[in-house]
């Protein structure tokens, strides 16, 4: 698959309606867990508190979505160091739908079995809300949504966020990411959303090398970068 095709998702529009927009990412969901991706993440921010020597660490998540991936990596560091994991998402809808999964999975559970993460999520734009710091910054498929131009500046302002790392975790532009998709999302979510959003997603997506020089233009220099299963590449810099 040689052409990037940057078409609008349709979950991408502000007037989706919020019934849809929430079966589309319970969709969602569903495919992260498939992916590991919380567990992917939680891994590497660990080896960056490591690195660090931090017992303590706080992380945000760039378009958070439904929260699914922060509160699995949230869960997950909180078996070995203190966190604190919020997630950022300019729509109000994904962040309610959020808080409220989040609040029900503690709820669920008796006390002493309730993580000790610190798990919240806001509406808020990367773009405006400045003077904020964290020791890692990361975005899960939320790249790919932009143009070139665009993800070198979501690149340049993560960096300005993050104290020690930035972490991408994005799709790889293929023809079997496209299939991957296509099968995936059709048996795991019943939302037309999700069964248009996911091929297209993966059309729009940036091959590694391509990841790589937005990063360069991004300014961070060096970074490391590998593909993953289904078809996915992780990117990370460490200040």
Not at 33 to 57: F, M, P, W, Y
Not at 66 to 75: F, L, N, P, Q, Y
Not at 130 to 153: I, M, N, P, R, S
């Amino acid at each position: 698959m040689k052409f990037r095709v940057l078409v609008p998702e349709l979950m991408d529009d502000p007037a989706i309606d919020p019934v849809e927009h929430r079966r589309a990412l319970n969709g969602l969901r569903r495919v992260n867990k498939l992916c590991q991706t919380g567990h992917r993440l939680a891994k590497e921010i660990l080896s960056v508190a490591n690195k660090n020597n931090r017992d303590s660490i706080t992380v945000l998540d760039i378009g958070c979505g439904s929260g699914d991936v922060a509160t699995e990596v949230g869960r997950r560091l909180a078996r070995q160091v203190k966190c604190k994991v919020v997630g950022w998402d300019i729509s109000p809808t994904a962040v309610d739908c959020a808080n409220q999964a989040w609040s029900a999975s503690q709820n669920r559970l008796p006390t002493s079995k309730r993580s000790t993460a610190e798990v919240h999520f806001q509406q808020a734009d990367i773009f405006q809300t400045k003077g904020l710091k964290f020791d890692v910054v990361y975005c899960c498929l939320f790249l790919h949504h932009f143009t070139e131009h665009q993800a070198v500046q979501v690149l340049e302002r993560m960096k300005e966020i993050a104290a020690m790392s930035v972490l991408v975790d994005d799709l790889v532009r293929s023809r079997l990411g496209v299939a991957f998709a296509q099968i995936g999302c059709q048996l795991l979510s019943r939302s037309p959303v999700v069964h248009f959003d996911g091929p297209q997603s993966v059309r729009a997506a940036f091959t590694e090398s391509e990841a790589r020089e937005l990063a360069s233009q991004a300014g961070l220099n060096p970074c490391s970068i590998h593909r993953h299963w289904p078809e996915r590449y992780l990117l990370r810099w460490d200040v």
